[in-house]
C-alpha cells in the first residue's frame, strides 16, 4: 500500500471513534470489532476477513502514541495526500513531484510508519540524505493484542494454552524479500541502494525518497503473487501460551516477538496476551489470598466446632472456637495462590450464621427456652442503655 492511500484512509473511521479519542476509547472500540469479525466467528465471510484487517490495521497505528501521532500530523499537513502549498517541486504544478514518493511509498500494512517523513523534513534543515536512514531503513514490527478467556482454578494454578491467531507475519511464499519464488529484488541502480536521493530548490539542499524504487532501496520485478511484493501477508497460526499461576484478571502476557514482523532484517514486534478470569461459583480473590464464605449453625459458633471447608485442591478442617461471632474470618494457610517467585497466599474463610426458614415444633420448643434461659444475656447493651436514657 503506498503512503498516499495510507494517509487517505480515515483510521478513526475505521474503528468509529473520534479524532481525539482516548487510548482506552480506541482499544475498547477495536477489541468490539475484532471479535465481530474475526475469521474464526465468520468462517467463510470475505467481509468480516477485509473488516478484520481493516480494523487491525488502525490501531496498529492509532494504539502507538508515536506512529498515532505522525499520522495526525501527516493528515493535517497533507490532507487526503495532496502536497498543498508546501514548496517542494510539483507542489505547483510543476516538476512532478508525488506526495507518495515524500513518504516513502509502499508503508506495510499494519505497519503503520510513515517512511521518509522524518527524514525529507529533517534534510530541509541540513540533514543531509546521504547520511540518513531512508524508507528502507530497519522497522520494528507493530506489536499485535490479543484476548484469551480462563477459569478461576487456571488462573491460580496456571495453564499452558493453544492460541489461534490471524495476523500479518512474514510471507511464507517469498520468506520477506516480496520476489517471487526463483527471483531476487535487484539493487536500485538510482540510489544504490540507500533508498534515498538529493534534491535542490533554490537555497536549499533536501533529501527525499528514490522515486524509481520508492524508497525502499531494491526494486522487484516479478512480485511475490501471495504478498504482492510486500513480504508480508496475513494468516493463522498457532502459538502455546504459558499463562503463569497467579495470572489477574485483566492482565496482559508478554511473547517477545510474535507480534507483526519487522522490515528491512529489523526485528518482529511483540504479542501481548490479555487474560481475561470467569468467576468462581465460591471463591473470590484478594491480591494472593483466596477467599470463601462458609455458612455455619448458631450452635456451632456458641459451643465450638470443628468444620470442612472446601479449597480449590479439596477439603481442609478448621477449628472453630466457643463464642466466635458471625462473620469473624478463619485462615488456612497456604490453601491461596502459589506463585513462581515463591509467594503463597491462604484461604480466608468468613464465618456466616444460616437462619432456617422454618422450624418444626421440637426446634420451635427448643430455641424458646434457649431464648429464655439467655435473657440474662442482653446482645444490643449500648442500644438498650440509650433506649432507657431517652
Given at each position: 500500500?503506498?503512503?498516499?492511500?495510507?494517509?487517505?484512509?480515515?483510521?478513526?473511521?475505521?474503528?468509529?471513534?473520534?479524532?481525539?479519542?482516548?487510548?482506552?476509547?480506541?482499544?475498547?472500540?477495536?477489541?468490539?470489532?475484532?471479535?465481530?469479525?474475526?475469521?474464526?466467528?465468520?468462517?467463510?465471510?470475505?467481509?468480516?476477513?477485509?473488516?478484520?484487517?481493516?480494523?487491525?490495521?488502525?490501531?496498529?497505528?492509532?494504539?502507538?502514541?508515536?506512529?498515532?501521532?505522525?499520522?495526525?500530523?501527516?493528515?493535517?499537513?497533507?490532507?487526503?495526500?495532496?502536497?498543498?502549498?508546501?514548496?517542494?517541486?510539483?507542489?505547483?504544478?510543476?516538476?512532478?513531484?508525488?506526495?507518495?514518493?515524500?513518504?516513502?511509498?509502499?508503508?506495510?500494512?499494519?505497519?503503520?510508519?510513515?517512511?521518509?517523513?522524518?527524514?525529507?523534513?529533517?534534510?530541509?534543515?541540513?540533514?543531509?540524505?546521504?547520511?540518513?536512514?531512508?524508507?528502507?531503513?530497519?522497522?520494528?514490527g507493530a506489536d499485535v493484542?490479543?484476548?484469551?478467556?480462563?477459569?478461576?482454578?487456571?488462573?491460580?494454578?496456571?495453564?499452558?494454552?493453544?492460541?489461534?491467531?490471524?495476523?500479518?507475519?512474514?510471507?511464507?511464499?517469498?520468506?520477506?524479500?516480496?520476489?517471487?519464488?526463483?527471483?531476487?529484488?535487484?539493487?536500485?541502480?538510482?540510489?544504490?541502494?540507500?533508498?534515498?536521493?538529493?534534491?535542490?530548490?533554490?537555497?536549499?539542499?533536501?533529501?527525499?525518497?528514490?522515486?524509481?524504487?520508492?524508497?525502499?532501496?531494491?526494486?522487484?520485478?516479478?512480485?511475490?503473487?501471495?504478498?504482492?511484493?510486500?513480504?508480508?501477508?496475513?494468516?493463522?497460526?498457532?502459538?502455546?501460551?504459558?499463562?503463569?499461576?497467579?495470572?489477574?484478571?485483566?492482565?496482559?502476557?508478554?511473547?517477545?516477538?510474535?507480534?507483526?514482523?519487522?522490515?528491512?532484517?529489523?526485528?518482529?514486534?511483540?504479542?501481548?496476551?490479555?487474560?481475561?478470569?470467569?468467576?468462581?461459583?465460591?471463591?473470590?480473590?484478594?491480591?494472593?489470598?483466596?477467599?470463601?464464605?462458609?455458612?455455619?449453625?448458631?450452635?456451632?459458633?456458641?459451643?465450638?466446632?470443628?468444620?470442612?471447608?472446601?479449597?480449590?485442591?479439596?477439603?481442609?478442617?478448621?477449628?472453630?472456637?466457643?463464642?466466635?461471632?458471625?462473620?469473624?474470618?478463619?485462615?488456612?494457610?497456604?490453601?491461596?495462590?502459589?506463585?513462581?517467585?515463591?509467594?503463597?497466599?491462604?484461604?480466608?474463610?468468613?464465618?456466616?450464621?444460616?437462619?432456617?426458614?422454618?422450624?418444626?415444633?421440637a426446634e420451635k420448643e427448643?430455641?424458646?427456652?434457649?431464648?429464655?434461659?439467655?435473657?440474662?444475656?442482653?446482645?444490643?447493651?449500648?442500644?438498650?442503655?440509650?433506649?432507657?436514657?431517652?
Amino acid at each position: 500500500m503506498s503512503a498516499r492511500e495510507w494517509i487517505g484512509k480515515d483510521f478513526y473511521r475505521e474503528l468509529g471513534v473520534s479524532s481525539d479519542a482516548s487510548a482506552d476509547e480506541i482499544k475498547k472500540a477495536y477489541r468490539k470489532l475484532a471479535r465481530e469479525n474475526h475469521p474464526d466467528a465468520n468462517p467463510g465471510n470475505a467481509q468480516a476477513e477485509l473488516k478484520f484487517k481493516a480494523v487491525s490495521e488502525a490501531y496498529g497505528v492509532l494504539s502507538d502514541t508515536a506512529k498515532r501521532k505522525e499520522y495526525d500530523e501527516a493528515r493535517k499537513l497533507f490532507g487526503s495526500g495532496g502536497a498543498g502549498g508546501f514548496g517542494f517541486p510539483g507542489a505547483g504544478g510543476t516538476g512532478g513531484f508525488d506526495v507518495g514518493d515524500l513518504f516513502g511509498g509502499g508503508a506495510a500494512q499494519g505497519s503503520g510508519g510513515l517512511g521518509g517523513l522524518g527524514d525529507i523534513l529533517g534534510g530541509l534543515f541540513g540533514r543531509r540524505g546521504g547520511t540518513t536512514a531512508g524508507g528502507n531503513r530497519p522497522q520494528r514490527g507493530a506489536d499485535v493484542e490479543t484476548d484469551v478467556r480462563i477459569d478461576f482454578a487456571e488462573a491460580v494454578r496456571g495453564a499452558t494454552l493453544p492460541l489461534r491467531l490471524s495476523s500479518p507475519a512474514t510471507c511464507e511464499t517469498c520468506h520477506g524479500n516480496g520476489a517471487k519464488p526463483g527471483t531476487q529484488p535487484r539493487t536500485c541502480p538510482v540510489c544504490g541502494g540507500a533508498g534515498l536521493v538529493n534534491r535542490s530548490q533554490g537555497a536549499f539542499a533536501f533529501s527525499e525518497p528514490c522515486r524509481d524504487c520508492r524508497g525502499r532501496g531494491k526494486i522487484i520485478d516479478d512480485p511475490c503473487p501471495e504478498c504482492g511484493g510486500e513480504g508480508i501477508s496475513t494468516r493463522t497460526r498457532t502459538l502455546t501460551v504459558r499463562v503463569p499461576p497467579g495470572v489477574d484478571d485483566n492482565q496482559r502476557i508478554r511473547l517477545a516477538g510474535q507480534g507483526e514482523p519487522g522490515r528491512s532484517g529489523a526485528s518482529a514486534g511483540d504479542l501481548y496476551v490479555r487474560v481475561h478470569v470467569a468467576p468462581h461459583p465460591l471463591f473470590g480473590r484478594s491480591g494472593n489470598d483466596l477467599t470463601i464464605t462458609v455458612p455455619v449453625n448458631f450452635t456451632e459458633l456458641a459451643l465450638g466446632a470443628t468444620i470442612k471447608v472446601p479449597t480449590l485442591d479439596g477439603k481442609v478442617s478448621l477449628r472453630v472456637p466457643s463464642g466466635t461471632a458471625s462473620g469473624r474470618v478463619l485462615r488456612a494457610r497456604g490453601k491461596g495462590v502459589h506463585k513462581r517467585d515463591g509467594s503463597q497466599g491462604d484461604l480466608l474463610v468468613t464465618l456466616q450464621v444460616a437462619v432456617p426458614s422454618k422450624l418444626d415444633a421440637a426446634e420451635k420448643e427448643a430455641l424458646e427456652a434457649f431464648s429464655e434461659a439467655s435473657a440474662k444475656h442482653d446482645p444490643r447493651p449500648e442500644i438498650t442503655k440509650l433506649t432507657k436514657e431517652r
